[in-house]
């Protein structure tokens, strides 16, 4: 049965969120004495302000396989898995002993392990690369790679979408998801900062593009021309939904990069290893010159890893020596003759832990036989989820690529960010809050998506669709 799409009762949609988040304070008393506890200490309450939201989160004690479990006991099917983290799902035994071997056998040297070998040689085969480096975290896999295309091309600004997120480092905090008032025209968007603290002569040397608009993107880089070191593009855009390229998008940015003399970058920290072996870059069958990987290739571990052509990651040499006429600027150096060379640093880079995670997850857990029944039950769920919006006539859709999905909750397909700022967030909030009281547990916010894991089951993808459904059939009862 396939219903119009209703138009719901705005008070029954607000009286079932006030009633589930009543009920979320009733079952979770823990977390939120911890809560009130841990704002005399942390600004917002958390570590990261993404972990921050209304009126107060869940705070953790365990997690195995696909389930997860709160302070007050309660036990949650996980369908957030860390923003993403765990294609592997949490603590797989496999990765679980390794670890617990290299717990005992030291965990950091700031010397190479053999184990770095192993990951940058198996990344290289998933990503076809020539060369390959570790950082900590997807955050720093994007600033280094757009230092190292600055380095290569000599140039200073880079690009990036509109309602794309790439870590929190300067360059890339822009735009993320600017309030309509100074967002600009849709066919050459402004360039907002999402925090203050940004030097604004850096804010400037970011453009900003809208996704999925490839005549917009050629006229802004013409208006660029010569100028754009890097265009940094997530192939699918997991920070506002799921937002997937449209057909010859992905095609036509590479071909719009090479024209223009930009290094493309594709961010697949989170697409990376989980739509497919060789994550977007093989999903699709386009190649970047850099991509930056992070999250699920160290499963649960921190890790960051960004690779790519030869040419391009070999600009990354040694800092030049002290007092050189090179000497003084780390940054962005060129060195005497033309050459440049990029500085790539850190204490904790290919550490042996964060080493030993990666192989383990890369050629023992997320193995080529892995992608087809993960994509079976991303298809599942979304078909579950659509037969019940159509059944019951939600203004919503369900959209996924692979193992990543979720339900948008707005009747029109959103193919960029300024159709997803019409997503109608108390209906996803009171879908929020009666599905984690009945445990599932998604992401904290509608921008984000479900992730299923290598340890989720059908009978997990079940559940959620029963109570995705129950929600439908009280939301739309006469
Ligand atoms: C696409 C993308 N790039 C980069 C990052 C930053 O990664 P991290 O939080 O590990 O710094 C994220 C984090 O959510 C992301 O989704």
């Given at each position: ?59 953790m004690t365990d997690a195995r396989g696909s389930l997860i479990w ?5 036990e949650?099917i996980d369908?957030?898995m860390a923003?993403?983290v765990l294609a592997a799902g949490h603590s797989h035994p496999i990765l679980a002993d390794v670890l617990a071997h290299r717990v005992a056998n ?9 184990d ?157 290893v ?22 699920s290739i160290g499963g649960g571990i921190?890790i ?49 832990l964060s080493m030993a995670a990666g192989v383990a997850v890369l050629t023992r857990i997320l193995t080529h036989d892995v992608?087809?029944t993960l994509?079976?039950m ?73 992730t299923l894991s290598v340890q989720h089951s059908?009978a997990d ?18």
């Open positions: 049965m396939t219903t119009a799409p209703a138009s719901i009762d705005r008070q029954r949609i607000g009286a079932i969120a006030q009633r589930e988040e009543a009920r979320y304070r009733e079952r979770t008393p823990r977390s939120a004495e911890l809560f009130e506890r841990a704002r005399r200490s942390l600004p917002l309450g958390v570590a990261s302000s993404f972990q921050a939201y209304e009126p107060y989160p869940l705070f709160d302070v007050d006991g309660n949650y369908f957030d923003f993403g030291g965990t950091c040297y700031t010397f190479p392990v053999e770095g070998v192993l990951l940058a040689e198996e990344i290289k085969r998933r990503f076809g690369a020539d060369l390959v480096r570790f950082s900590n975290s997807g955050t720093e896999a994007t600033m280094d790679a757009i230092r190292v295309a600055r380095g290569f091309t000599g140039r200073e600004k880079i690009l990036k979408f509109e309602g794309g997120y790439h870590g929190h480092h300067d360059d890339v905090l822009v735009s993320i998801q600017p309030p309509r008032e100074l967002m600009g025209p849709d066919d050459a968007p402004a360039t907002v900062p999402a925090s203050a603290g940004l030097p604004r002569s850096r804010v400037d040397e970011t453009v900003v593009a809208p996704f999925n608009r490839p005549d917009a993107l050629e006229r802004i880089l013409e208006r660029h021309q010569g100028q754009i070191a890097a265009i940094i593009i997530e192939p699918v855009q997991f920070n506002i939904g799921v937002v997937p390229p449209l057909p010859g998008f992905l095609e036509r940015v590479r071909e719009l990069a090479t024209a223009y003399g930009a290094v493309l970058i594709f961010d697949e920290v989170k697409t990376g989980v739509l497919a072996y060789g994550g977007a870059t093989e999903h699709y069958g386009v190649r970047p010159d850099l991509f930056c990987l992070a999250k921190p960051g890893a960004f690779g790519g052509r030869g040419e391009v990651m070999s600009v990354i040499e040694r800092l030049p020596e002290p007092g050189s006429v090179a000497g003084t600027a780390l940054e962005h150096t060129t060195i005497p003759g033309g050459a440049t060379r990029v500085a790539h640093l850190g204490t904790f880079n290919g550490n042996p992608y087809p994509h079976a991303g298809e599942s769920l979304t078909n579950g989820c659509q037969e019940v919006i159509d059944d019951f006539g939600l203004p919503g859709y369900a959209v996924n690529v692979g193992p990543k999905g979720c339900v948008m909750f707005t009747p029109a397909r959103v193919t960029n960010y300024r159709d997803f700022i019409g997503l109608d967030s108390e209906l996803w909030a009171a879908s929020f809050f009666y599905l984690a009281n009945r445990g599932i547990l998604l992401p904290p916010g509608p921008d984000d998506q479900w059908p993808i079940d559940r959620y669709v029963s109570t995705f459904r129950d929600f439908a059939a009280e939301l739309t009862a006469t």
